[in-house]
Each structure stands twice: as C-alpha cells, then as structure tokens.
C-alpha cells in the first residue's frame, strides 16, 4: 500500500464516522417476486466475443432457467451477517458477480436494488450487511462497515456463499467491485491489494484520493478500468483529476457527473454511471454490450 494511503483512508474514515454517508433513497426496496425491468434499465444486446470464446460458449451444456422466489435474496455468510443478493433471473449460463459496499448509515437492499437497475439482470450482485449503526433507531435498520481486514473477510466470505448457493450459474474469473462513500474508500484500498480479482471498478462519492503510480500500473496490467462517480460538484472536480492521473500513468479512468444533486448514489448518479457501463465493461466476453438508450 502506498505509505500515504493509511493515514489518508484513517481521515476519510473519521470524518465519515460524524457525519455519516445519507443517500437521497427513501426506505423502500421494491420487491416484486416476479421478473421484470422498470421504464429507466438499459435494453442488452449480445456480447461480441471472440472465436475461442464462442467455442466455449457453444460446447457449454444450456442449464435450466435460474428462478428464484425473490429478486432481492438474502444470503446466509458464515461468520457475518447475512448479505443480500441480486439474482439473475432466468439465466441459462454462468454469469459474473458484482460486489457493492454501501455507505455509512445504508443498506445492503438499496445498493442491490440500484445496481440492479443499472446492470439489468445480467450479472449476481453480492451487497454485505456490515454492522448495525449503533445510534440509528431500530426501526430505520442502519448498517455501516468495521474494520477495512474485516470488511474485507466479509467480502470473502460472502464470495464464497454465493459461489456454493448458486455453483452452476457463477462465472469464473475477476468481479466487478461498486463502492459508494465509505464503500468506495475502503473498496479503493481493497483494489490495491487484489487488482487480479477487482479489475474492473466503480468508485460513487469517494475513493479517487491518494492513487499512486504503482497501484494503477498495477490495475491497468490487469486490464483494470476505473469509473469514478460524484453527485456534487466538490467530488466532480476531485475525481476528474484523479481521473486525468490515472491515464496519465497508464490506466484506463474516466468520471462521471450526475449533477450537483447531493451525496447520493441513485437517480442521476446512477444513470450517469449506465451510460459508461459499455466502456467499463468493453472487452469481457462475459458481459453484454450494454448500449444506452433513453426510455421512452
């Protein structure tokens, strides 16, 4: 880790700590137990692969449609609490994962539901509780995250859960990582330290500090590509620095801008991050070619 970045993520933290990472979501998640995209999602074309992917693709044996009684499932994590998974609905192969941190006084329910949205229901989504907030009343159901090594044993454990919940369905090789806030100032850290698992990344209202030349020549000999996401002008402004940094040194980055709407991860923010999924994503066969169109 850069000999900077402990101190840098130790004051990220703390101020989190006080003030708390708010989106603007009202506490609902809409479960309709039953399959279906809301008026905003993303219509998804076929992934252009190459030769020898198609090869695989046509060799492998078409599994029974995955159906679940839920979009949003819990996830039992050993050791943890349970997390909360967006699942595939009516997938016939073996899809990618996503990981989503969420902030400081969040839920797990809103990050699946919103990258849901964005990432239609192509891959898993793997969102980990945390620990409660100790000063939210109970009925508001706060979550916030430890210790960067705990969360990280977290993500690992929740990995593994999801991986023997749904063996068949999971997609070998590197997992998308989302982070928002204190999610994405932890995730940049973990991104560091494993760029051969978290390749590709999506960082919303913080993370771009404190990046150095090592670490993304690191990511970017991974084929990493780093999207950095602000609903404030503040953030706008810092990670489109960042941004110019991180190509400067080799690495793949781009920003974007929701609008100075507030320190949140949906609506604007997230469509914003939509219509750059196509060139974050843009050479995983896994994946596929995610073309924005505005809903009617």
């Given amino acids: 880790m850069n000999p900077g970045a402990a101190p840098a993520l130790a004051v990220s933290l703390a101020l989190l700590a006080l003030a708390g990472c708010r989106s603007s979501r009202a506490p609902l998640v809409r479960d309709t ?5 809301s008026a905003s999602t993303l219509p998804v074309a076929s992934a252009t692969q190459p030769p020898e992917a198609e090869a695989e ?3 492998a044996p078409e ?3 995955l159906v679940t009684s839920r979009m949003l499932e819990p996830l039992v994590v050993e050791g943890f609490r349970d997390a909360v998974v967006a ?3 009516g997938a016939r192969e073996r899809r990618p994962i996503v990981v989503a941190l969420h902030g400081n006084y969040d839920r797990p329910e809103w990050q699946c539901e919103v990258w849901r949205e964005a990432f239609e ?3 898993f989504i793997l969102c980990p509780r ?3 907030r100790d000063d939210a009343p109970r009925s508001e159901d706060r979550y916030t995250y430890g210790a960067l090594e705990t969360t990280s044993k977290e993500i690992d454990a929740g990995l593994t859960a999801l991986r023997a919940r749904f063996a068949d369905y999971v997609a070998d090789g590197g997992v998308v990582f989302v982070g928002f806030s204190l999610g994405a100032i932890l995730g940049r850290v973990m991104v560091m330290r494993s760029p051969e698992r978290f390749s590709r990344v999506v960082l919303v209202e913080g993370g771009y500090e404190t990046w150095g030349a090592g670490q993304a020549k690191a990511l970017a000999d991974r084929r990493g590509r780093v999207l950095l996401a602000c609903g404030q002008h ?4 810092a990670a489109s620095r960042t941004a110019r940094l991180l190509n ?3 690495l793949p980055a781009r920003a974007a801008f929701g609008g100075n709407i507030g320190h949140t991860y949906d609506g604007k923010v997230a469509k914003a991050v939509r219509a750059e999924l196509r060139w974050l994503l843009e050479g995983d066969p896994r994946w596929p070619d995610y073309t924005v169109t505005e809903a009617p």
């Fill in 248 to 250: 400067g040194h080799g």
């Fill in 121 to 123: 229901t192509h891959p």
């Fill in 63 to 65: 599994l029974t449609p």
């Fill in 130 to 132: 945390g620990i409660p």
């Fill in 234 to 237: 503040a953030c706008g402004s």
């Fill in 33 to 37: 137990g039953a399959p279906g995209h």
């Fill in 87 to 89: 699942v595939p609905y």
């Fill in 57 to 59: 693709a046509d060799a």
